[in-house]
Structure formats: structure tokens, C-alpha cells
């Protein structure tokens, strides 16, 4: 079952909680300062519903900023 969670709500505590890694981690994921590696990607889309493509985009867009 994919749990669906909303990347510009979500808490980047409650996101590392729920994702398993650091709130670090899930800030720089969320934030788009980081892209997650393939592997990351693909076990995010099957657990949470996140395309990776959506990740790449939040990257790109943080760069643009």
C-alpha cells in the first residue's frame, strides 16, 4: 500500500520519520538541494507514490532560484 504525502505540506521531521533517514537528508530532498540516487528514487515512488521525475523537477527548480 503507498502512503500518499504531500511535499510542500510534509514536515521535514515527519518525512525522515516516515522515509527512515535523517531530518538532514530529508531537508536537502526536500529543499532540492540534493537528487536522490536511482535506487532512492524508485523505493520513494513505491512507498510514498513520488515520481522521480518530481525530485529532478525540485532539484532544477532550487537551482533556478
Known amino acids: ?7 510542500k505540506t510534509i514536515r521535514c521531521t515527519d518525512f525522515a520519520n516516515l522515509a527512515g533517514f535523517s531530518k538532514a537528508h530529508a ?3 526536500l529543499n532540492g538541494r540534493k537528487t536522490p540516487s536511482l535506487k532512492l528514487a ?3 515512488e513505491r ?3 513520488i515520481p522521480p521525475r518530481r525530485w529532478v ?4 527548480a532550487a537551482a533556478n532560484d
Request: charged letters at 40%; a negative charge; proline letters at 0%.
Open 1 to 7: 500500500m503507498v502512503k500518499r504525502i504531500d511535499l
Open 47 to 49: 512507498r510514498f507514490g
Open 42 to 44: 524508485v523505493d520513494l
Open 27 to 29: 531537508s536537502e530532498l
Open 57 to 60: 523537477e525540485m532539484t532544477e
